[in-house]
């Protein structure tokens, strides 16, 4: 409830809107006590302390009086003292009375609040009170509990509970109703201005007011988990953080998301966050107080202190305060759960926590990072640090949307930033970016355009990088780039820094959370600029796993689980061509792919770490027969680790959102993300099943094709493509020798045009010509890339012993590898009226002699002499990492 206390007026009032926020939370419940009973303590609550306020004056061996004007760290309006006026037993009742103060005093009103420590210090337990909470616009009563002993580090690293606290009651509300709200709320996380709170608001049923009569208010406090009452009805359950590990037992993410904290680790000194039991793993003493205003009570409701609700003293009346133990367990406070159905569910009691979600951990795999492309990435918003302007994204001639930038009077740095407390998109979410597996040829780079130079004509371009937090940093001028240029007004110019010279620099480039640009501190008045292509990057492949792309992987088989029967492979429409059938008879099972040994699999989990942003889990399915149980729902499940973890789903649940068609072929896709989220380890993925639900799919039969998980945007085609729809831009279809014009022409719908070849009586060979002097440098691509086309024969040559052959050629044939077509990876001999894949790797071809840094001809050709007659089409041609 309340701060401790922080004389800084102006910040306080600059920070009132985000104190509302952190205090007494948000989601409102109400009770409907017909559905769910309250559950009454269990006789294992053992009471050991208790103040019944039976005596005639405030027992100082249990209480000690806090005497202070400092506003509690909330701009509060009132002194505490000990005066017997503000605090005092009658009748067996505590109050703790808020007045006006005499004239001439600190504050306008006084009031009392009093604490525990030292005297009640406890580490888990049952806190409860019984109270009558006071009234009026600018109240502001609490029975809250902070730590003893400041174990993490200054507030709320070492936390704070709020058992019972209420604001404004009976003051009317922005909806025109009547204030009624109690807020059970935890304070935690990083030191202020940076703390996190979460919490529940709740409402008595039928309407009853607290302010009119007593009510009891407790926390059930054990290892791990609080839960708050009112009147024995649990209304919220918090808990501390669930990280989720992967199969190598790094912290993936957050199974559920509560409390942390974030201290400095003894060992290191470094600042390092936590998702532990603390800092609720701590002894607390409890406090009891009536504050008047403050930030959060005088801006809500009515606003302000209403006078005349005080002028004659309000009373925040308390009955008892008692602590229980829980006998089964005092070490841990477990085994006396008061609890109800739904009091850890996320749509009923279970509150979610503002705990970070851990980095994940570098996948050692090369990454690049989009900041800025025209398109602003909801995780690194523009940012101006501290001028006031707004960044906006605007239109340039030349490069369409960009980001506008501006530096007015107030000394300012602007950029980039992907720390939390600056991403408002509900989409964003702090991702610091691992530079290091791209350390050796990665950069950032981005282009500027300056529209208005600042007004102080000596003022110097800067970049300046952060990483974790801005724990390590490097500021250095645009003319150090890689392009030494500085810019010039009205042009775009590219910079480009290598990630090792920011490492040399002293940058840890493993976290990377901000990339400024601006006129260096203080001389930037009057700048204007622009930025666009905003990317940490260097040439790089990402992991994809093909479960069945007209053949089945090997290391992934069909899989039957239960039902005794062998999914085949079939031959289905000119589109699909070969696909996997899978059929269901009377023995429930669930079917799919498959890498466990003990099924017949290579034991190759696939890791999706790399991916979890942008992949997906997509398949074609054709429902062939459809179950005969009407009722049957058809479902996707992913198991990982050897079913460590598994997600289950609705096929609906893809992004498509389409129900299986019995006789049609339907895309469905599913997001890596989404199944991280759902709990799923996506490091170690080694089952996919595509099913309908266990028990209703007799009769089934269904087909799968095109099954694969990968990065859609990172797995596009990223070398040369020679043909698809038409030749390549500076490529010809080419003819070398026979006179004849090969054609664009129009195959069937999958294929759409096509390039046809014909070969008269004239010996020739046919294929893809470059222009003069243009070359296809293919070395980025050695490790994974591929030369594959896909060819049709519609006429054979008339020579039966003709062979067909594959031909390429670099740097103006000063090398050259030919090869029959039966030597690619597929294999196949070729037929007639049928489309065909073919498929060279770059490493064959180079270690065969090849210079891929110069390819300039790709040929495909009966054998020379023996082709005439022949006519042939050829598409998807492509020299690349597919």
């Avoid at 229980?324 to 005092?330: G, L």
């Avoid at 895309?667 to 993925?685: N, P």
């Amino acid at each position: 409830m309340n701060k401790p206390a922080i004389h800084l007026t102006q910040v306080a009032a600059l920070l009132s809107t985000a104190m509302l926020s952190g205090c007494g939370g948000s989601a409102k419940t109400s009770t409907d006590l017909t559905k769910v009973d309250p559950a009454q303590p269990v006789s294992s609550w053992q009471m050991v302390w208790n103040d019944e306020f039976e005596t005639s004056n405030i027992d100082t061996k249990k209480w000690s009086h806090e005497i202070n004007c400092d506003g509690g760290g909330n701009n509060e309006a009132q002194c505490y003292t000990d005066n017997d006026e503000n605090s005092f037993i009658a009748d067996g009742i505590l109050n703790i009375v808020a007045k006006p103060a005499e004239d001439g005093s600190a504050k306008p009103y006084t009031s009392a609040r009093l604490n525990s420590r030292y005297k009640a210090d406890f580490k888990y337990g049952r806190f409860e009170i019984s109270a009558k909470l006071p009234s009026g616009q600018g109240s502001w009563p609490a029975f809250w509990m902070m730590p003893t002993d400041e174990v993490y580090g200054g507030w709320p690293r070492s936390g704070e509970i709020d058992i019972v606290e209420a604001v404004n009651l009976k003051a009317a509300t922005a909806e025109g109703g009547t204030e009624s709200n109690v807020h059970g709320t935890l304070h935690y996380g990083r030191e202020w201005p940076n703390n996190a709170s979460s919490g529940k608001s709740y409402q008595l049923p039928d309407s009853i007011n607290p302010a009119d009569d007593f009510h009891t208010y407790a926390i059930e406090w054990q290892e791990g988990e609080i839960r708050w009452y009112v009147d024995n009805y649990l209304y919220a359950t918090q808990r501390k953080s669930t990280v989720r590990y992967n199969s190598k037992d790094e912290a993936v993410g957050l199974a559920h998301k509560g409390w942390f904290t974030e201290y400095f680790d003894q060992t290191s000194g470094e600042l390092k966050t936590y998702w532990t039991d603390a800092p609720y793993d701590q002894k607390f003493y409890m406090i009891l107080n009536f504050a008047v205003g403050g930030n959060w009570p005088e801006n809500v409701n009515e606003l302000g202190i209403d006078a005349s609700a005080f002028e004659n003293g309000q009373t925040f009346a308390i009955d008892y305060v008692r602590v229980y133990e829980c006998s089964i367990d005092v070490n841990t406070g477990k085994g006396c759960e008061t609890v109800r159905a739904g009091y850890d569910k996320l749509d009923d009691a279970l509150v979610e926590g503002a705990a970070p979600v851990p980095a994940p951990p570098s996948t050692g795999i090369a990454q690049n990072l989009t900041i800025f492309d025209g398109a602003v990435n909801p995780n690194w918003p523009a940012w101006d640090c501290c001028g006031g302007s707004t960044p906006s994204v605007v239109n340039d001639a030349e490069k369409g949307d960009v980001m506008r930038f501006t530096v007015g009077e107030q000394p300012t740095v602007n950029g980039f930033i992907s720390r939390g407390e600056f991403i408002t998109d509900p989409e964003g979410k702090a991702s610091p970016f691992d530079a290091s597996p791209i350390i050796d040829n990665g950069s950032i780079s981005f282009a500027v355009k300056v529209v208005s130079a600042p007004s102080n004509p000596d003022s110097t371009w800067l970049m300046k990088v952060e990483s974790i937090g801005g724990a390590t940093a490097i500021e250095i001028p645009l003319s150090t780039s890689t392009e030494a240029s500085t810019p010039i007004t009205g042009q775009w110019q590219t910079y480009t820094f290598p990630l090792q010279a920011l490492a040399d620099l002293g940058l840890d480039i493993s976290s990377i959370d901000v990339i400024m640009i601006f006129p260096a501190w203080g001389t930037g008045s009057g700048a204007e600029y622009l930025v666009d292509d905003v990317q940490i990057s260097q040439p790089v492949s990402s992991p994809k796993l093909v479960l069945f792309e007209n053949e089945v992987n090997p290391d992934w088989p069909l899989w039957d689980c239960c039902g005794g029967s062998t999914p085949t492979e079939e031959m289905d429409d000119a589109e699909h061509g070969l696909v996997a059938e899978f059929v269901i008879g009377a023995q429930p099972t669930v079917m799919g792919f498959i890498t466990r040994s003990a099924n017949g699999g290579a034991d190759k989990p696939f890791d999706a770490s790399a991916i979890i942003d942008n992949g997906v889990l997509q398949f074609d399915l054709k429902v062939v027969n459809a179950p005969s149980n009407p009722d049957s729902t058809w479902l996707i499940k992913l198991e990982s680790d050897n079913g460590a973890t598994a997600v289950e789903w609705p096929i609906t649940n893809s992004v498509e959102g389409v129900i299986p068609v019995s006789g049609q072929w339907q895309t469905h896709s599913f997001k890596v993300s989404e199944l991280a989220a759902a709990g799923l380890d996506i490091s170690a993925i080694d089952v996919i099943m595509i099913f309908p639900a266990w028990g209703t799919g007799e009769g089934a039969v269904y087909r799968v094709d095109n099954a694969k998980i990968l990065d859609p945007d990172a797995n596009a085609t990223s070398g040369l493509t020679l043909f698809k729809d038409t030749v390549a831009n500076q490529w010809s279809i080419w003819d070398c020798c026979g006179g004849s014009t090969p054609t664009e022409e129009q195959d069937d719908d999958a294929h759409g045009m096509v390039a046809e070849y014909k070969i008269g009586a004239q010996p020739t060979v046919m294929g893809f010509f470059a222009q003069d002097g243009i070359y296809h440098d293919a070395s980025a691509d050695l490790a994974t890339g591929v030369v594959r086309f896909e060819m049709k024969v519609v006429d054979a040559p008339s020579n039966p012993d003709a062979v067909w052959t594959f031909k390429i050629e670099s740097g103006d044939a000063s090398t050259a590898v030919e090869l029959p077509l039966a030597a690619s990876s597929e294999g196949e001999a070729v037929k007639n009226g049928v489309w065909q894949t073919y498929t060279f790797t770059l490493q064959s071809l180079y270690d065969a002699g090849l210079d891929i840094s110069a390819i300039d001809v790709v040929m495909v050709f009966p054998s020379w002499g023996a082709g005439e007659g022949a006519v042939y089409r050829i598409d998807n041609a492509i020299i690349a990492t597919p």
